[in-house]
């Protein structure tokens, strides 16, 4: 289960400005990549400014680069308690939308998961990074307020993927792999557990991505309540799988730019095939990309992905 | 160690920075001098921060936040150090390449080396070619930082570095690189002089290109 769109872009020759801006366009480049490559699951787009966006943060769009908040929005306990929520639909969110309910549509019996940020990293888009990260010690209680407005978007554009049938959503919140793991389970778990108990249920499931969490971080990471877990290659996935019970899923950890990037077809083969061998006796792990896959990504890297998983029959 | 100067490694690698001020201008009034006050106090202090980094003790908020410490007491110190001629290990011109705004990366490694005592000259983000070969022109920088957080954008690392070779100053300064994409062998393949996968290693690649003492 690679997390990528915009390497369908490859096939369908559409531009990526194309694909965050036009719902048929992002459609087509899933639809291209379940196709070409048998795909499990059809996920949207990992367009992580579309729900800052829609709080009002600038936004830089370009043919051949995924979208950049530019930025701050707010800057002071005042401003962000000023800060009014947006409504799912919104801006862009209504293109990651529309898409999801489209796939839908077509895409029979395959599951599709709608892409959404986490509410820390949501909380890094509006407020900065480096200086939401600040805030998490010097004053948390400002930062806690910021988290709630995130999550109380988040929670309504979840909502409306569940309202177009997705199976569920998968939500990125690379940011957290920054706080510590006491920061992590005060700002990003408590958060996404209440987004995990207010929209999961028995058609509907909350993929948590986390692609800068490492080992350290895991038990607090799993205090979000999610069905299943989906890591990056700082995390120790052996360690990973041997730390948490049989019913707890996680996925991943291919480095999706040293690997499926930047790697030859026959070096994709090998680290694919490692990571298979290494995981082979865990029936809840699931081979993926640590993160998504980069525009412009050799379709032979994917192929050679799908055909070494695909030999295993896993 | 003199109780000033443990009182400014302290603030600093507690990332207070109201008090690494207070204790920098407190240690000064009491004649502690101030290239002493640098080294083993402020500099000391970051090394720390750094190993703690390193050992999964300090995470990036901790990291900032020392950071910011170390900042706010060098703001008392820099115009005294100058006034007596104590030079940085180095001097460092840092920005990220074209088309790539995420600073962080680079915010932390600018932090990082100035707490290793380097003088940082940072040119921001979405640098383009021409504003590299001008900053090195106007502050002759010993070491010059690039990073990228895309691969969209990586490539423009050895687009600006075909730039600087072109323009005749590739060979005046050493190049560093970073980024989330960013790869040992991919330094070695444009060849950049070092490449650190974090802040805190970024300090010592830095310090070993200057010839210092690690």
Do not use: W
């Not at chain 1, 929005?73 to 529309?98: F, K, M, N, Y």
Request: proline share 5%.
């Amino acid at each position: 289960m690679p997390i990528g769109v915009y390497a369908g872009l490859e096939i369908t020759g559409a531009t990526i400005k194309d694909a965050v801006t036009s719902a048929p366009a992002q459609t087509d480049a899933v639809l291209a990549l379940h196709e070409r490559f048998n795909t499990r699951v059809m996920l949207t787009a990992m367009d992580l400014s579309v729900e800052a966006e829609a709080f009002g943060s600038k936004v830089r769009l370009s043919v051949d680069e995924i979208p950049t908040i530019i930025g701050r929005l707010v800057t002071t306990e005042s401003e962000i308690e000023s800060l009014l929520c947006p409504s799912a639909g919104d801006r862009r969110t209504t293109v990651h939308l529309e898409t999801a309910g489209e796939l839908v549509k077509l895409s029979k019996d395959i599951p599709v998961l709608g892409g959404v940020i986490g509410p820390f990293s949501l909380a890094g888009r509006l407020f900065g990074v480096s200086e939401a990260l600040e805030l998490s010690l010097t004053e948390p209680e400002i930062l806690e307020k910021l988290l709630k407005l995130a999550t109380r978007f988040l929670l309504s554009y979840i909502k409306a993927f569940r309202d177009q049938g997705a199976a569920g959503v998968i939500m990125a919140e690379p940011a957290a792999g920054l706080l510590s793991p006491r920061g992590l389970g005060r700002f990003s778990s408590p958060f996404i557990r209440q987004i995990a108990e207010e929209t999961q249920n028995d058609h509907f499931s909350l993929v948590l991505h986390n692609c800068g969490a490492k080992i350290a971080h895991l038990p607090n990471i799993l205090e979000a309540g999610a069905e299943m877990y989906h890591f990056g290659a700082p995390m120790d996935i052996d360690k990973a799988l041997a730390q948490v019970s049989k019913d707890v899923i996680l996925a991943g950890n291919l480095d999706p730019t040293s690997v499926f990037h930047s790697s030859t077809p026959d070096e994709v083969a090998e680290h694919t095939q490692s990571l298979i061998n290494r995981t082979a006796s865990f029936k809840n792990f699931i081979i993926s990309s640590g993160c998504d896959i980069p525009p412009a990504t050799p379709l032979k890297n994917l192929e050679t992905f799908y055909n070494s998983v695909n030999l295993k029959n896993i | 160690m003199d109780k000033n100067i443990q009182e400014v490694y302290d603030s600093v690698l507690n990332g207070n920075m109201t008090e690494t001020k207070q204790n920098v201008q407190t240690a000064l009034a009491s004649n502690v001098p101030a290239e002493e006050l640098l080294n083993n106090g402020l500099i000391a202090a970051m090394k720390e921060v750094g190993q703690l980094f390193e050992d999964g003790e300090y995470f990036v908020p901790e990291m900032l936040i020392s950071a910011r410490a170390m900042q706010a007491g060098m703001s008392v110190l820099r115009p005294i150090l100058v006034a007596q001629d104590i030079k940085p290990v180095g001097k460092v011109v840092i920005g990220t390449v074209k088309g790539d705004l995420h600073d962080i990366g680079k915010n932390l490694v600018s932090m990082m080396l100035e707490g290793s005592g380097f003088q940082m000259i940072d040119i921001g983000t979405d640098v383009a070619p021409e504003k590299f070969l001008e900053a090195i022109n106007e502050h002759k920088p010993d070491i010059v930082g690039m990073s990228a957080l895309l691969t969209t954008t990586m490539v423009n690392i050895p687009k600006t570095i075909t730039y600087l070779a072109e323009q005749g100053v590739r060979n005046k300064v050493k190049i560093i690189i970073g980024g989330a994409p960013i790869s040992q062998k991919f330094a070695d393949e444009i060849g950049a002089d070092g490449f650190a996968p974090d802040a805190s290693q970024a300090a010592a690649v830095a310090k070993r290109l200057m010839g210092v003492a690690l």
